[in-house]
């Protein structure tokens, strides 16, 4: 065990403990804490090795926490059992000291923990450098909830891994849009300037209000004569907002579609704008997202040939147990995850089109042969040109499967990323860590980026029922 250090109380850094699952999760935690230390139990070195072997993204994690952690103890310029300083390794990210289990602890807990378990095992090394430096901060860190139950029932501090979540507050989360205020046009009316430029009126506002406003933002006025556009230019007191195409007109649907809401209508601007690259949606069932999109992208693919095909893929989280293997070709094995693109396509297929059941089927045939569904396996190193790439499901991606998805767009290509962060399957990810969450907090206010949070449902009044009473 390291050596006790005699050094002031307020000088004193804190001691984290950290889980073998945080590592798994994050291996950059270990240059997370800043200047306080950072302990390892032998154990997580030990689940770390058990868990390396495989292609899934927790045995790659623990591969690069592995060789994180070689690299670390490959520096270190005393002995390890003084603690390896991090500030080398993290690029001035951390100040602390790696602190690493040198010697035996017994397992003497409560008498209802089994002193085998692994988690036992690691709490009886945290209880042990609780009591060997009583005038410091040891606290545990660890994604398991019940893990941080037993801690704190054997009176050690424990806490969840933090640094992994873009907004501590969900309701924090950039919605796309904000009302001005009922004296808008009153206020503005000293220096207002108006022009037309491509069909669309362009308004220049001043005053304290543009500070608080984003590029590619919405604002509406809900008034007798209401009022919706889009900022277009920010410039320190000033700020310049276009009007919208009104997609809720029956003359301006898309492949038959109109919006039936105003946040539908701000969607559907995004999505049929050629200057827009990245496209984010969020909103519970039945708001619309895969409907709006996939209609935006067949009539921008089939009739103003602006992007080659659509790809549509998804994570493949199951809600209950899993069936187990699928048969046939990549297409077919993603074909039981794909039942929203089925449904969405079976209503725009039947959407404004003449020729009755001859025709019905030539336009299903026309719409398939341009709908490539992809499975999130093969997506690394592959590069999208000309695409109109639909991500599903994206609030059970993590950021770096975000990431890695998003660059896959090359020249000419369209990313529309849609979820519901309500509806998160995956182990361990929450709202706040969830990759579509750092999606839209990270693009926010990028000229060529946008984002809209769909409020109203709009499938049936059942689904609205449901939506709003379970």
Not at 16 to 21: A, K, R, V
Not at 396 to 408: A, D, E, G, V
């Amino acid at each position: 065990m390291p050596r006790r250090t005699a050094r002031p109380p307020h000088r004193l850094p804190k001691l984290f403990i950290l889980d073998t699952n945080v590592l798994m999760h994050d291996p950059t935690s270990l240059f997370r804490f800043e200047e306080n230390d950072i302990f390892l139990p032998m154990k997580t070195l030990e689940e770390l090795d058990h868990n390396k072997k495989g292609i899934s993204d927790v045995a790659r994690n623990a591969r690069q926490a592995t060789r994180m952690l070689d690299e670390i103890i490959s520096r270190r310029e005393d002995g390890i059992a003084t603690g390896i300083a991090l500030a080398e390794a993290s690029h001035g990210l951390a100040s602390g000291r790696l602190l690493l289990q040198t010697e035996a602890v017994s397992a003497d807990l409560h008498g209802g923990l089994a002193s085998e378990r692994a988690d036992n095992q690691i709490l009886a090394v945290v209880v042990h450098l609780q009591r060997t430096y009583p005038e410091r901060a040891v606290i545990l860190v660890s994604k398991d909830i019940n893990m941080r139950i037993k801690a704190h029932v054997l009176g050690v501090q424990a806490q969840d891994y933090f640094n992994d979540r873009v907004l501590e507050d969900i309701d924090l989360l950039y919605r796309g849009m904000q009302a001005l205020p009922p004296d808008f046009w009153e206020t503005q009316t000293h220096g207002l300037e108006s022009w037309t430029q491509e069909n669309r009126t362009r308004y220049r506002i001043r005053g304290a209000l543009c500070a608080k406003l984003l590029i590619n933002e919405f604002v509406y006025l809900d008034t007798p004569e209401p009022f919706s556009a889009i900022v277009r230019e920010i410039s320190g007191n000033c700020a310049v907002l276009e009007t919208l195409i009104d997609y809720t007109h029956p003359k301006h649907n898309v492949w038959g579609i109109t919006a039936r809401n105003r946040e539908q209508n701000f969607a559907l601007n995004l999505l049929m704008d050629p200057e827009i690259d990245f496209v984010s949606l969020l909103g519970q069932a039945g708001t619309g997202k895969t409907l709006l999109t996939l209609a935006a992208g067949l009539t921008q693919v089939l009739d103003e040939k602006r992007y080659q095909e659509i790809i549509m893929t998804r994570a493949t989280v199951s809600v209950g147990e899993d069936i187990g293997f699928l048969p046939g070709t990549e297409e077919e094995k993603m074909a039981p995850w794909m039942g929203a693109l089925e449904d969405n396509l079976e209503v725009l297929s039947h959407t404004g089109t003449t020729g009755g059941d001859w025709g019905r089927a030539a336009t299903q045939d026309l719409i398939r042969n341009r709908i490539k569904i992809k499975s999130l396996n093969f997506m690394r190193g592959r590069t999208f040109l000309n695409k109109f790439l639909i991500i599903d499901e994206a609030q059970n991606l993590t950021p770096k499967q975000m990431k890695t998805l998003i660059t896959r767009a090359g020249p000419g290509a369209k990313v529309v990323c849609m979820g519901n962060i309500a509806q998160i399957d995956t182990p361990y990810l929450t709202e706040g860590s969830s990759g579509l969450t750092f999606a839209v907090d990270r693009f926010k206010g990028w000229a060529h980026a946008g984002h809209v949070t769909l409020q109203r449902g709009e499938r049936s009044r059942l689904a609205d029922y449901a939506a709003e009473m379970l």
